[in-house]
């Protein structure tokens, strides 16, 4: 019941934020924080499969770098190609991560690591669809929708793309939530904790990890060609590690133990360096001192915060 | 009827063989002690008839089929469950999610169970909930149920594990050192605990150290060291038996 009122503020929130904030400053924030939420969410959802994903970014590029090019190369509708290239960086993950998978704690990390390393080398050498490393630039915008000849949205301004990334990260937080929440999240739970139990009794190891893998891949992919059509500008360092870093801060700071976690580390994450904007040179090392002040007095990620608030009454009280 | 057959059963590491041509036949219904000194290769095999380790040579035969080879999830399947020593145990979840989370080869998951919420889902559910309370009854820490995996004392976490390996529904229970850090009165609840999953129809392998639990339990022992097959027979053959006492004892030197 709860948890039902909070999904229904938050729609609430989603729906009116770009009514009341119209300024393309703080559109722009509102539109990069969802897409970091998009991110943080699917580098959590890998991690709920006990894998540390350390190229998380790779499969943001791919679903970037396909869109692209099947709009502009293959003439398709963006509506096309936004779900095809996540269907297409699904596939990828698939092949990557069926011989990967099986490595556990750092190796893994190394592994995905290199692939996003290597899937930037390949944009560089192939100019020929990819563009270099100069990139791709003047992605178009998303076609208009039509309604049946009644209205018609064009996406001029930033508040339809703002609308647009609401909707696709509250599609990937009730996806992944309920999946979670299912007897299949489930077995990504038992896998996580002992994955030599989780065999014993049955459960088969590669298959949920490679259907746990598809999924997040395949929502990052989606953020990923949404920010391609977004910027409209993409190369191969805007799918750096840093990125990767970027998801996986966001998901630690806001906590990994649940789906909100993510959310709200990115929101905070993405909000705290513009107000620390005035600060100029000292805007990075404030930054990074919030970052350290949380992981060691939150190392749950500041979802803890109310347990641990509840716990300090608790004991105030017996005492 | 036979349930579970090996034949030539070897395992190798590097230049060390740990199993070698090991014969074993358990028959439905029995309830079947493995001994044998430290470093005799008895969860060895364990692990070979599970299928965490791959065999060298030979073959298991599980109701007469071949499973060397198969991973441990096939095995599952195929009706053969371990419990872990040191205890394996989801920590972090309770006891009854523990359970819950073991019945995955009952549950019959569909991909798109988590998006079309449905009756018959709500009512697999509850069945399998069900389920879960009997396991914790038959094992007996039913009301611990609520508790964390890990909080709880030791002996009720061996018999988690126990009932982590029955929501399998195993043809047979491979239980190794079931009875293992226990005192007298947590080994008798263990023994009772284990005549009890027997009387269910499930055929059991026990590994165990403390001769007591094996002796008072078993119908059949069989007595391994170095991988080998040393002795077999019921409980009083064993103890009887000179290469038996010699593997635990050492060699018994006259002339001293």
């Keep these: ?319 | 009827m036979l349930l579970l057959e090996t034949k030539k059963l070897t395992k190798q590491f590097g230049g060390l063989t740990a199993v070698n041509s090991l014969e074993l036949q358990i028959n439905q219904g029995e309830i079947v002690g493995l001994i044998g000194p430290n470093g005799a290769g008895k969860t060895t095999v364990f692990n070979l008839i599970t299928g965490f380790f791959l065999p060298s040579n030979g073959t298991i035969l599980l109701s007469g089929e071949r499973v060397e080879g198969l991973r441990p999830h096939n095995i599952a399947q195929k009706g053969c469950t371990r419990t872990f020593q040191p205890t394996k145990l989801f920590s972090g979840y309770s006891v009854i999610r523990n359970v819950l989370m073991a019945q995955h080869l009952y549950s019959r998951i569909h991909f798109w169970d988590p998006f079309v919420p449905s009756r018959s889902l709500r009512d697999r559910e509850n069945l399998l909930l069900k389920e879960v309370e009997s396991i914790l009854d038959l094992v007996g820490i039913s009301e611990q149920r609520n508790e964390q995996a890990q909080d709880l004392p030791h002996g009720h976490q061996q018999a988690l594990g126990i009932a982590i390996a029955l929501a399998t529904h195993p043809k047979l229970l491979l239980l190794d050192e079931p009875a293992t850090g226990m005192n007298p009165e947590e080994s008798f609840i263990m023994m009772e605990r284990i005549r009890k999953i027997a009387n269910t129809g499930i055929t059991i392998v026990i590994i165990e150290h403390d001769m007591k639990v094996i002796m008072n339990l078993c119908s059949r022992i069989i007595a391994i060291n170095y991988g080998k097959k040393i002795a077999e027979g019921t409980p009083k053959q064993i103890r009887e038996n000179p290469e038996v006492i010699q593997a635990y004892l050492g060699k018994n030197d006259v002339s001293a």
């Design chain 1, 1 to 319: 019941m709860r948890k039902s009122f909070f999904f229904l503020g938050l729609v609430i929130i989603l729906l009116v934020l770009p009514l009341i904030i119209r300024d393309p400053f703080y559109v722009d924030i509102m539109i990069m924080g969802a897409f970091n939420c998009i991110i943080a969410l699917t580098w959590r959802s890998i991690m709920q499969l006990g894998q540390f994903s350390f190229g998380h970014a790779a499969f943001v590029g791919i679903g970037g770098y396909a869109s692209a090019l099947m709009v502009m190369k293959l003439g398709l509708s963006f509506w096309v190609s936004l779900p095809v290239s996540g269907v297409i960086t699904a596939i990828l993950a698939l092949m990557i991560g069926l011989p990967t998978l099986r490595l556990k704690g750092m190796f893994f990390s190394i592994t995905t690591w290199s692939f996003n390393e290597i899937t930037r080398a390949i944009y560089v050498i192939f100019k020929k669809p990819f563009g270099g490393s100069t990139g791709i630039y003047g992605i178009p915008a998303p076609d208009p929708i039509n309604f049946l000849g009644l209205f018609e949205i064009r996406f001029a301004t930033k508040t339809e793309f703002c609308y647009l990334i609401f909707i696709l990260f509250l599609t990937t937080y009730i996806v992944l939530r309920r999946i979670e929440q299912s007897r299949i999240g489930m077995n990504f739970d038992a896998i996580r904790v002992d994955d030599d139990l989780a065999e014993s009794v049955g459960i088969n190891l590669m298959e949920y990890k490679c259907l746990g893998f598809a999924v997040a891949c395949f929502f990052a992919g989606v953020a990923g060609s949404f920010y391609a059509h977004y910027i409209s500008f993409i190369s191969p360092n805007s799918f750096e590690m840093a990125l990767s870093v970027n998801a996986i801060v966001y998901a630690m700071v806001g906590g990994i133990g649940s789906v909100l976690g993510p959310i709200v580390g990115a929101s905070i994450l993405t909000v705290i360096p513009i107000f620390l904007h005035s600060a100029g040179f000292f805007k990075m090392i404030f930054y990074a001192l919030f970052l350290l002040l949380i992981l060691l007095f939150l190392p749950e990620g500041l979802i803890s915060i109310p347990v641990r608030v509840q716990k300090i009454r608790q004991q105030f009280r017996i005492k």
